[in-house]
């Protein structure tokens, strides 16, 4: 019989996915999506003849749909495969279609969504809410109704909707059109917006709240490129803004910093065990962009770590928060489940910017970190798994060794 504590806990869980969940309503991404995407690795290669294995083509789709599932990503989670931008044809049909590019996909987005469908995969696309693509292809902006029942025939179920070549002067009465467009359609379709990263360029404030009542993510700052530096910025810039923007992410509604570059050219071993620790600490959809097909096993390892994946995915849906900053070491924090009564479980990352050599030894207490709870905590190491030895109260030392721009990655689970 489960006990008191757990069943508090249970009760507790349920009632923070019922009060956070007042954003879209249409029941999709209660956890934050996790799929691949094109364009961090394969951007707008559209020559075929010169680079047949890396085009935006059905090839690619269906070469990396086979791999989701027989490498595992699949059973992980990973089920959204969403092509970004230049599949399409540079003009419009004579009648007003959006047309898929004919000789890279000769047998058009339907049987394409199908065959993602069959694989058990889900399948996204992308545009955008101004006249132009960013690449220059045809945008949606005027065209809404037109193509988004296309999208839903096709049998789409993510949309990622950009923001270049937009010239009205709100962003968001328009991506509420489109939310409100796409609930019409009947079909279930993860909506994910890229204006709030205009806004941000342009220093519009973002109304969030609408945001989330309307999207069920949305990017929120610069492209990811393939660089440490890259993934600097971006987690500098959530810092940042951490105190405004974490607490609209909860389930149903996400702040995204983008792309997984894990198992491409620019991030180390060491850099790409950060990148995922961080995401799964802000709560960020975990889409990869990378080669399926030449992947080294180091960094499919990282990108496949359950325990990495359960905490990215964790029912609660909190995002969490820098918490400390020492000697170059940042200490992020998340909380998760389970709970104890009104005390949460934490992700904790320790992640180093230094560059010097030897692995660097930091001690701090978990109250230091913001861990509280009296009766203490068992740790994990969520990269090994190893669990360490005792229970840890909140006032005993902890220590960690950081790797340069490396990572400690633990989970303290609350005694129950
Ligand atoms: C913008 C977006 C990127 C990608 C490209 C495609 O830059 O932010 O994520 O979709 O457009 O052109």
């Known amino acids: 019989m489960p006990s008191r504590s757990w069943l508090l806990s249970l009760a507790i869980s349920l009632l923070a996915i019922v009060w956070t969940a007042v954003g879209l309503d249409n029941g999709l991404a209660l956890t934050p999506p996790m799929g691949w995407m094109t364009w961090q ?11 047949p294995d890396e085009c935006i083509s059905e090839r690619l789709i269906k070469r990396t749909a086979d791999l989701m599932v027989e490498k595992g990503y699949a059973d992980a989670g990973y089920k959204y495969i969403v092509i970004d931008d230049c599949w ?4 419009r049909s004579d009648d007003g279609y959006l047309l898929e590019d004919r000789a890279r996909f000769p047998h058009g987005m339907k049987a394409l969504a199908h065959y993602v469908h069959s694989k058990g995969l889900l399948f996204g696309i992308y545009e955008n809410y101004g006249n132009k693509t960013c690449a220059g292809y045809p945008g949606i902006y005027g065209h809404e109704k037109v193509d988004i029942s296309r999208f839903a025939d096709w049998g789409i179920d993510y949309i990622k909707v950009d923001g270049c070549y937009f ?21 279930p379709i993860v ?14 404030p973002t109304d969030f709240q609408l945001l989330a009542d309307n999207c069920n993510l949305w990017r929120n700052y610069d492209d990811i490129q393939d660089s440490w530096n890259s993934v600097t910025q971006i987690v500098d810039w959530f810092a940042l ?8 992410a909860g389930p149903g509604h996400w702040n995204d910093p983008d792309m997984l570059l894990i198992g491409n050219y620019g991030l180390s071993y060491e850099q790409s065990k950060t990148q995922m620790a961080l995401w799964a600490i802000l709560a960020a959809p975990l889409l990869m ?3 399926l097909t030449n992947i080294r096993k180091e960094y499919e390892e990282i990108l496949l770590n359950k325990r990495i994946i359960e905490i990215d995915q964790d029912p609660l849906g909190i995002q969490g928060l820098r918490v400390y ?3 170059s070491i940042e200490v992020w924090t998340r909380k998760i489940s389970p709970v104890n009564i009104d005390e949460y479980s934490y992700a904790v990352a320790f992640c180093s910017r230094r560059t010097d050599g030897s692995p660097y030894e930091f001690t701090t207490t978990l109250r230091r970190i913001g861990l509280k709870f009296t009766m203490g905590y068992t740790i994990q190491d969520v990269y090994s798994g190893d669990e360490w030895d005792g229970i840890y109260l909140s006032n005993t030392n902890l220590t960690v060794r950081v790797p340069p721009t490396g990572v400690v990655f633990l989970k303290a689970t609350v005694l129950i």
Request: glycine share 4%; proline share 2%; charged share 30%.
């Open 325 to 327: 900053r020492r000697s």
């Open 191 to 204: 909506y994910s917006c890229s204006y709030p990263a205009y806004e941000d360029e342009s220093s519009i």
């Open 41 to 51: 690795r394969f951007r707008c290669i559209t020559d075929c003849a010169k680079y």
């Open 289 to 291: 962009s990378n080669d």
């Open 167 to 187: 010239y009205g002067n709100d962003y968001s009465k328009g991506y509420e059109l489109l939310q409100k467009t796409l609930n019409s359609t009947g079909r």
């Open 88 to 91: 399409l044809e540079k003009n």
């Open 241 to 248: 803004k951490q105190d405004h923007i974490a607490k609209f």
